[in-house]
T-cell receptor
Framework: SQQGEEDPQALSIQEGENATMNCSYK?????LQWYRQNSGRGLVHLIL?????REKHSGRLRVTLDTSKKSSSLLITASRAADTASYFC??????????FGAGTTVTVRA | DVKVTQSSRYLVKRTGEKVFLECVQD?????MFWYRQDPGLGLRLIYF???????EKGDIPEGYSVSREKKERFSLILESASTNQTSMYLC????????????FGPGTRLTVL
């Protein structure tokens, strides 16, 4: 079943701007992951944040996690055309399955 | 780098045909997964396997079966393809005792006419 829900569904920004997307989930988690999918391709893992972490950085990516609100955000700073993709959050509970949201489609305009 | 490959990028089949989608990973991962992806619905888990010859149903197993005879290979079978099985199919793998990071193949876009 789909646990995570991303918001907004779609986002259009100018190159160089920041992009922020959010993920809300319903049940307790061990960790939350973000994936990127370029058009018509498979998903690529971006970053993982554990339930006892509040913020994590990886290059131009910044992820926050608020377990009290059951929500996470992904910030992409100084966006580039190559960041045009769909972004998915995925949560895991007590087994090795992941539950994915429907994704946020980001378009970076030149 | 982990590599997950899928047998076809695009596939067109007719209603009622038996369809095999193959997935191979080269990193000795215990877990393998089959998802389908439809617009607005995200990724939905069809089946997964945590060991050779072991399989478990995911959220939408109806109309599908799987086979895992070797650790590196996980096959998805559509016994009698129907038009509502037109979709993007994604295979993934992960280590059993890791943080559940999944590695995905490029996907197979299946059209059933």
């Amino acid at each position: 079943s789909q646990q995570g829900e991303e918001d907004p569904q779609a986002l259009s920004i100018q190159e160089g701007e920041n992009a922020t997307m959010n993920c809300s989930y319903k049940t307790s988690i061990n960790n939350l992951q973000w994936y990127r999918q370029n058009s018509g391709r498979g998903l690529v893992h971006l970053i993982l944040i554990r339930s006892n972490e509040r913020e994590k950085h990886s290059g131009r990516l910044r992820v926050t996690l608020d377990t009290s609100k059951k929500s996470s955000s992904l910030l992409i700073t100084a966006s580039r055309a190559a960041d045009t993709a769909s972004y998915f959050c995925a949560t895991d509970a007590n087994d090795y399955k992941l539950s994915f949201g429907a994704g946020t489609t980001v378009t970076v305009r030149a | 780098d982990v590599k997950v490959t899928q047998s076809s990028r695009y596939l067109v089949k007719r209603t009622g045909e038996k369809v095999f989608l193959e997935c191979v990973q080269d990193m000795d991962h215990e877990n393998m997964f089959w998802y389908r992806q439809d617009p607005g619905l995200g990724l939905r888990l069809i089946y997964f396997s945590y060991d050779v010859k072991m399989k478990e149903k995911g959220d939408i197993p109806e109309g599908y079966s799987v086979s895992r005879e070797k650790k590196e290979r996980f096959s998805l079978i559509l016994e009698s393809a129907s038009t509502n099985q037109t979709s993007m199919y994604l295979c993934a793998s992960s280590l059993l005792a890791a943080n559940n990071e999944q590695f995905f193949g490029p996907g197979t876009r299946l059209t059933v006419l």
